[in-house]
């Protein structure tokens, strides 16, 4: 049984870190594109983050230069930088998998190639 478990969101003041964590399971972590996202009230989800089984990297327009996502396949733990915050950044965040084994995100950034999510962790940055 795939599980998802985000943990490390929590309130902070702009310009400060938070750095999530995705634990992994029920799967072979390494197999599998992973990826970050996130919604927050009144707004669509956005695509944060992704990265393939082979450590390559995509980000959205909005987090380039702030956010960095890597993966331990020692730990099957996703994890997501998040530098230099934003009060536009409060959400809730989401690591999720996609569907398809073969490592590459196929689907980059769009939650629609993501079949299983986590439950999210809450950030908050205040002004």
């Known amino acids: 049984q795939v599980r998802l478990e985000e943990s490390g969101g929590g309130p902070v003041q702009a310009g400060g870190s938070l750095r999530l964590s995705c634990a992994a399971s029920?799967?072979?972590?390494?197999?599998?594109?992973m990826g970050w996202f996130r919604r927050a009230p009144g707004k669509e989800r956005e695509g944060v983050a992704a990265i393939d089984s082979y450590n390559a990297v995509l980000y959205g327009d909005s987090v380039k230069g702030r956010f960095t996502t890597s993966r331990d396949s020692e730990k099957n733990t996703l994890y997501l930088e998040m530098n230099n915050l934003k009060p536009e950044d409060t959400a809730m965040y989401y690591c999720?998998?996609?569907?398809?084994?073969?490592?590459?995100?196929?689907?980059?950034?769009?939650?629609?190639?993501?079949?299983?999510w986590g439950q999210g962790t809450q950030v908050t940055v205040s002004s």
């Open positions: 029920g799967y072979n972590f390494r197999s599998y594109c």
């Open positions: 999720a998998r996609v569907i398809g084994s073969g490592g590459y995100c196929y689907s980059g950034l769009n939650a629609g190639g993501f079949h299983y």
